[in-house]
């Protein structure tokens, strides 16, 4: 694990790198907020990443592919900058559970699941490229299911967003008063 370790190093290269990812993503999540009608969202996406916890995490372990959360977590085990991130960012259901609490996984408020929703999207766009198609959300949230804990009424709203998509693509799925309908009915 040691010697494994070694080979990340911030360089110049990582540190832009990665600043380029970050901005990219948060260009991209913007876009998509302005289509589902929440861009004040958009305009605060992940912010924290800038934060030096999430930063410097996120420029060691880069590697122009994967994500540097994941090389981090194989390499020590767990990401600082991940546990930074969820604590502070309320589009992740992550951010949600608390298993301390009598509700342990509530029901996300609206904007914040608009936010989530352009967000897998724009992280899907990027890693799946010009393979991306429209169904790709969904099996990748089918796929994934197994290590979620998330609101059982989230999980089927977000389900039926990705179904939409899979079947009719963005544009026509991604629409505030259209999310709003789907919102209001799963989570009542
Ligand atoms: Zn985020």
Not at 59 to 74: D, H, L, V
Not at 135 to 162: C, F, G, H
Request: charged share 25%; aromatic share 14%.
């Amino acid at each position: 694990m040691k010697s494994e370790e070694i080979k990340y190093k911030i360089t110049i290269k990582s540190f832009f790198g990665h600043l380029h990812t970050v901005n990219k993503h948060r260009f991209k999540v913007f876009k998509l907020c302005c289509k589902a009608g929440i861009p004040w969202q958009g305009l605060v996406h992940d912010l924290s990443k800038y934060s030096l916890t999430e930063f410097l995490e996120g420029a060691k372990y880069y590697t122009g592919g994967y994500s540097p959360i994941q090389n981090r977590k194989k390499n020590v085990g767990y990401s600082e900058a991940w546990l930074h991130h969820k604590g502070r960012n309320k589009h992740h259901y992550e951010y949600w559970f608390d298993n301390g609490a009598p509700l342990k996984t509530p029901i996300i408020p609206f904007k914040y699941f608009v936010e989530m929703i352009c967000d897998t999207l724009a992280a899907g766009l990027t890693y799946q490229g010009n393979k991306w198609t429209k169904d790709y959300q969904l099996a990748y949230w089918t796929k994934t299911s197994k290590t979620r804990i998330i609101n059982p009424k989230m999980e089927v709203l977000v389900t039926k967003v990705y179904e939409e998509i899979a079947e009719s693509g963005i544009d026509k799925v991604l629409r505030k008063e259209h999310l709003r309908k789907l919102y209001d009915k799963y989570t009542n």
